[in-house]
């Protein structure tokens, strides 16, 4: 049974930081490339952030110099640091497996004065 279980979100005004955590059950996690997207109401689901097994990382236009995606393989977890953030930034965030279809529930950031 694989399960992937989002944490960290909350309210945070502009400018503020906020650090999400996923943690995976039922797999190696080691050898697994991971990835954070995010879903705003009424947009698509966009990819935020990933990174491989190797620690090699990218990250959308809109937030690279903000966001730095990280993992925890002794933990079996993947952060996204979060700094900076803009309204724009409110949405519902997923963590997934690359390549397989495996999702967490997400967690809601919300970026508001």
């Known amino acids: 049974q694989v399960q992937l279980v989002e944490s960290g979100g909350g309210l945070v005004q502009p400018g503020g930081s906020l650090r999400l955590s996923c943690t995976i059950s039922?797999?190696?996690?080691?050898?697994?490339?991971m990835d954070w997207y995010r879903q705003a109401p009424g947009m698509q689901r966009e990819l935020v952030a990933g990174?491989?097994?190797?620690?090699?990382?990218n990250y959308a236009l809109s937030v690279k110099r903000r966001f730095t995606i990280s993992r925890d393989n002794a933990k079996n977890t993947v952060y996204l640091q979060m700094n900076s953030l803009k309204p724009e930034d409110t949405a519902v965030y997923y963590c997934?497996?690359?390549?397989?279809?495996?999702w967490g529930q997400g967690t809601q950031v919300t970026v508001s004065s």
């Open positions: 997934k497996v690359r390549g397989l279809g495996y």
């Open positions: 039922g797999m190696n996690f080691s050898i697994i490339a």
């Open positions: 990174i491989s097994s190797d620690g090699s990382t």
